[in-house]
């Protein structure tokens, strides 16, 4: 399975060890203040699990990200294909692939997400040969929006749309759409 580094990270397959950290950063509110809820620790295990699974099965995904020598886990960035049909995605069976990230909040303001998110870019457009990657998030996000601009990425205003996950009237609906190609 595949493992990137860079001067200060590790992007590493998911081990039982990250499932405890995972969870605790689940349920920090500040972490999870875009997202639609908190997580329990059963619903916390079932993601990890879920993006476990997705790198060993796709090689590639949300990789846990390790400080070595610092810190065994401090979240997880990574490209994964998107798991839901939006304006922006091509038809079944094609897949946007999305770059994600998201880190326990001891680990904010220190760069790691833009130089995880650099790393799994060069993946990406290198070893896999891909066109474009996307990212999004909800229109309020503005910490995520600006990692996005940092790494290369431009926001494309009319692909902003409304998250199907999402109920209708939920404050969270409305995303941003950013897009990168290589050589951006």
């Known amino acids: 399975m595949t493992t990137l580094t860079t001067d200060r990270l590790i992007l590493r397959p998911w081990t039982e060890a990250d499932f405890e950290p995972f969870a605790a950063m689940s349920a920090d509110p500040a972490v999870m203040e875009y997202f639609p809820a908190t997580l329990s620790r059963a619903e916390s295990d079932a993601v990890a699990e879920r993006l476990k699974s997705l790198i060993e099965e796709n090689g590639i995904g949300f990789w846990a990200l390790e400080v070595?020598?610092?810190?065994?886990?401090?979240?997880?960035?990574?490209?994964q294909n998107v798991t839901f049909e939006a304006p922006f995605t091509p038809a079944p069976p094609a897949s946007a692939v999305e770059i994600g990230w998201r880190l326990a909040r001891a680990h904010w303001g220190k760069g790691y997400?833009?130089?995880?998110?650099?790393?799994?870019?060069?993946?990406?457009?290198?070893?896999?040969?891909?066109?474009?990657?996307?990212?999004?998030?909800a229109e309020g996000n503005l910490r995520s929006q600006a990692v996005m601009e940092r790494i290369g990425m431009t926001r494309d205003a009319g692909g902003d749309f409304d998250h199907p996950n999402l109920a209708e009237g939920h404050p969270l609906?409305?995303?941003?759409l950013y897009r990168i190609s290589p050589g951006r």
């Open 68 to 79: 070595p020598g610092e810190a065994p886990f401090i979240g997880f960035a990574g490209i």
């Open 113 to 137: 997400a833009s130089e995880a998110a650099r790393a799994a870019l060069a993946y990406g457009f290198g070893e896999l040969g891909l066109s474009e990657i996307v990212s999004f998030t």
């Open 173 to 176: 609906r409305r995303h941003v």
